[in-house]
Nanobody, 128 residues
Framework: QVQPVESGGGSVQAGGSLRLSCATETYRDSCLAWFRQAPGTEREGYARQGVAFIDSDGSTGYIDSVKGRFTISKDNAKNTVYLQMNSLKPEDTAMYYC???????????????????WGQGTQVTVSS
C-alpha cells in the first residue's frame, strides 16, 4: 500500500518506553518522518510537530525535546520505519503520525507540507 500504517501506540507511565512502527511501500529512496499532534492543538490550528526524520541515505534528525530519548530507524527487509521512545514524559502525549515522501531528500524535513503520504496515527499517552 502507498499510505503508511502505524502501530505500537499505547499508554505508559512517565519513564516508560514504547516503539512505534510504520509500514509503507513508499520506503526505499524516500524520506520518512514521525510527527505528532498534542490533544486540542488541531482545533486551535497548530500544525503537526515534526519529531524525527530519516532520509534516503539514513541521515536522521530530531527535535531538541526528544534528543537522547527517541531513536528513528528503518528495516529495509521489512519496509518499516520505527520510532523507539524511551524515558517518556507526559508532554510526549500526542497522536503520532508517520509521513512519507518519495523524494530522496527534503530541505525542510519537519515541514508537514512536504510529505504526500500520511498514516492515520497512533495514540501515545504518558501519565505522570
Amino acid at each position: 500500500q502507498v499510505q503508511p500504517v502505524e502501530s505500537g501506540g499505547g499508554s505508559v507511565q512517565a519513564g516508560g518506553s514504547l516503539r512505534l512502527s510504520c509500514a509503507t511501500e513508499t520506503y526505499r529512496d524516500s524520506c520518512l518522518a514521525w510527527f505528532r499532534q498534542a490533544p486540542g492543538t488541531e482545533r486551535e490550528g497548530y500544525a503537526r510537530q515534526g519529531v524525527a526524520f530519516i532520509d534516503s541515505d539514513g541521515s536522521t534528525g530530531y527535535i531538541d525535546s526528544v534528543k537522547g530519548r527517541f531513536t528513528i530507524s528503518k528495516d529495509n527487509a521489512k519496509n518499516t520505519v520505527y520510532l523507539q521512545m524511551n524515558s517518556l514524559k507526559p508532554e510526549d502525549t500526542a497522536m503520532y503520525y508517520c509521513a512519507a515522501d518519495r523524494r530522496a531528500f527534503i530541505a525542510t524535513m519537519f515541514d508537514p507540507g512536504e510529505y504526500n503520504y500520511w498514516g492515520q496515527g497512533t495514540q501515545v499517552t504518558v501519565s505522570s
